[in-house]
């Protein structure tokens, strides 16, 4: 049995996995501040519901205990927006405002650094559990 098939274990993975994708998205935004009417990207925020969406990725399943119950559509990628309006526009068309991208860089490594510390403890206490510290 790995970590993987533990849903906790697994959505924590796959939240890791989200927020690496996004500072590569916001590291190349950073990266195109100066390339004419380039605009700026974000990945689309993740949903618990999304989560539950990909049961073969998360291992996070529904429990169905009637029929009728109604059933999740699936979503297998992570995708990119571009902002459609940003308020700041260089003359060349360029639409990166660097303080925003370097504040949305500074969350998403605090999150990134927040799950690891939540995967790290809950390793530990199923460690302390199997009697192994």
Do not use: C
């Given at each position: 049995?790995s970590?993987?098939?533990?849903?906790?274990?697994?959505?924590?993975?796959?939240?890791?996995?989200?927020?690496?994708?996004r500072?590569k998205?916001?590291?190349?935004?950073?990266?195109?501040?100066?390339?004419?009417?380039?605009?700026?990207?974000?990945?689309?925020?993740?949903?618990?519901?999304?989560?539950?969406?990909?049961?073969?990725?998360?291992g996070?399943?529904?429990?169905?205990t009637?029929?009728?119950?109604?059933?999740?559509?699936?979503?297998?990628?992570?995708?990119?927006?571009?902002?459609?309006?940003p308020?700041?526009?260089?003359?060349t068309?360029?639409?990166?405002?660097?303080?925003?991208?370097?504040?949305s860089?500074?969350?998403?490594?605090?999150?990134?650094?927040?799950?690891?510390?939540l995967?790290?403890?809950?390793?530990?206490?199923?460690?302390?559990?199997?009697?192994r510290?």
């Amino acid at each position: 049995m790995s970590l993987q098939d533990i849903p906790l274990f697994s959505a924590l993975t796959e939240r890791m996995k989200w927020l690496t994708a996004r500072q590569k998205v916001l590291s190349q935004n950073i990266a195109n501040s100066d390339t004419p009417n380039y605009q700026a990207k974000d990945l689309k925020p993740q949903k618990f519901k999304d989560m539950l969406a990909r049961p073969e990725e998360t291992g996070v399943r529904l429990a169905s205990t009637n029929a009728s119950h109604i059933e999740l559509e699936k979503k297998l990628d992570f995708q990119t927006n571009k902002n459609k309006n940003p308020y700041e526009v260089t003359p060349t068309g360029n639409g990166v405002v660097l303080e925003e991208q370097m504040m949305s860089l500074a969350e998403t490594q605090i999150q990134y650094q927040m799950t690891t510390s939540l995967y790290k403890k809950h390793l530990s206490m199923l460690k302390t559990a199997l009697g192994r510290q």
